[in-house]
């Protein structure tokens, strides 16, 4: 334990609670602190220090992990604890905009603290498993000294210097996985409850895996300009036929009962491309919701 970096989460929800639990087992000194102190029991029971109050939370460790609900408790927590952040890695893993992150980590840098944002890309169960990883920007020199800990938790994949990065690389991976789910939820409803497990298993996932493989453009077709990632091939799939296939989808959902909203978002702007003949060009979804949005 001698040589491994202490460590201090502040912020025992479902996350902040297995994040402890991870460096607990991997047999460092952990030190917890919650709004609600009950919930450090469980821990405490099993080897973490309780802190009694945030300073001293603070003032414990090498390492400060902050994982609240959002920036506003981040700012109420550490706002009046500036005098202890000196020389302190601050690890701030809480869910929010790029531009909160950069604020935090200007503020928290001129406390004398090395700063460093974090997006985890894991639900709390997968906490310690290889499917798991985590975003961090800002403090190099910090991510570098403490990454061997910072593994304990989740592959760290550092996205770059400016502190707001983690968050924007977060918020964007997250906005994928809410459409993703969106759509797995609306394709269970249309083969409906008795079908949807057996269904998920044998015939969504590899769907939605093998889609997901063709996202990328080739070095080709990004050289000719001929397809952004996330698009899908222009060639192949046209967006007259796409506009076709998604009216199907749209009366078979109608007919079984099931919302549409989901995909008149998307028939509606498309239909309007095709009849403004820009069709040819801008022959995928993502372009089409882009448009929508930019309107
Ligand atoms: N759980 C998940 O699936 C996701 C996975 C990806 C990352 N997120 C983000 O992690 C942050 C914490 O999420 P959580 O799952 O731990 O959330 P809760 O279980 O709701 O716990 C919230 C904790 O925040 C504390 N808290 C809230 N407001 C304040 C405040 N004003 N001052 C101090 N602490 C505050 C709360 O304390 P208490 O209610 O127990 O007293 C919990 O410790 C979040 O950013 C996710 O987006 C999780």
Request: one cysteine or more; glycine letters at 8%; proline letters at 4%.
């Given at each position: 334990?001698?040589?491994?970096?202490?460590?201090?989460?502040?912020?025992?929800?479902?996350?902040?609670?297995?994040?402890?639990?991870?460096?607990?087992?991997?047999?460092?000194?952990?030190?917890?602190?919650?709004?609600?102190?009950?919930?450090?029991?469980?821990?405490?029971?099993?080897?973490?220090?309780?802190?009694?109050?945030?300073?001293?939370?603070?003032?414990?460790?090498?390492l400060?992990?902050?994982?609240?609900?959002?920036?506003?408790?981040?700012?109420?927590?550490?706002?009046?604890?500036?005098?202890?952040?000196?020389?302190?890695?601050?690890?701030?893993?809480?869910?929010?905009?790029?531009?909160?992150?950069?604020?935090?980590?200007?503020?928290?840098?001129?406390?004398?603290?090395?700063?460093l944002?974090?997006?985890?890309?894991?639900?709390?169960?997968?906490?310690?498993?290889?499917e798991?990883?985590?975003?961090?920007?800002?403090?190099?020199?910090?991510?570098?000294?403490?990454?061997?800990?910072?593994?304990?938790?989740?592959?760290?994949?550092?996205?770059?210097?400016?502190?707001?990065?983690?968050?924007?690389?977060?918020?964007?991976?997250?906005?994928?996985?809410?459409?993703?789910?969106?759509?797995?939820?609306?394709?269970?409803?249309?083969?409906?409850?008795?079908?949807?497990?057996?269904?998920?298993?044998?015939?969504?996932?590899?769907?939605?895996?093998?889609?997901?493989n063709?996202?990328?453009?080739?070095?080709?077709?990004?050289?000719?300009?001929?397809?952004?990632?996330?698009?899908?091939?222009?060639?192949?799939?046209?967006?007259?036929?796409?506009?076709?296939g998604?009216?199907?989808?749209?009366?078979?959902?109608?007919?079984?009962?099931?919302?549409?909203?989901?995909?008149?978002?998307?028939?509606?702007?498309?239909?309007?491309?095709?009849?403004?003949?820009?069709?040819?060009?801008?022959?995928?979804?993502?372009?089409?919701?882009?448009?929508?949005?930019?309107s």
């Amino acid at each position: 334990m001698a040589d491994k970096p202490t460590v201090t989460i502040i912020g025992l929800g479902s996350m902040g609670q297995a994040l402890a639990s991870a460096y607990l087992e991997a047999g460092h000194r952990t030190t917890v602190w919650n709004r609600t102190p009950a919930k450090a029991d469980d821990l405490v029971a099993r080897g973490a220090t309780r802190a009694a109050t945030v300073s001293d939370a603070v003032w414990a460790s090498d390492l400060v992990v902050l994982c609240v609900l959002d920036y506003a408790a981040v700012d109420e927590l550490l706002a009046p604890n500036a005098d202890v952040l000196k020389d302190r890695v601050v690890v701030n893993l809480t869910n929010g905009r790029p531009d909160q992150a950069r604020r935090t980590g200007e503020w928290a840098t001129a406390q004398g603290a090395e700063y460093l944002d974090g997006g985890i890309m894991a639900i709390p169960s997968m906490i310690g498993t290889p499917e798991a990883f985590i975003l961090y920007s800002g403090s190099r020199t910090a991510f570098e000294r403490y990454e061997a800990a910072l593994r304990v938790l989740a592959e760290p994949k550092f996205v770059g210097t400016d502190a707001g990065l983690a968050a924007l690389n977060d918020l964007a991976l997250l906005s994928g996985m809410y459409g993703t789910l969106a759509g797995a939820r609306h394709a269970t409803a249309l083969v409906g409850p008795e079908r949807a497990a057996e269904f998920t298993t044998s015939l969504l996932i590899p769907w939605l895996q093998a889609m997901a493989n063709i996202l990328a453009p080739s070095s080709a077709e990004r050289e000719a300009g001929d397809r952004e990632a996330g698009d899908l091939p222009s060639e192949e799939s046209p967006l007259d036929m796409q506009a076709a296939g998604l009216a199907n989808i749209i009366e078979a959902s109608r007919s079984a009962g099931v919302g549409v909203d989901l995909l008149t978002h998307l028939l509606t702007p498309m239909r309007d491309i095709i009849a403004a003949g820009e069709g040819d060009v801008l022959t995928d979804l993502v372009e089409v919701i882009g448009k929508e949005i930019r309107s």
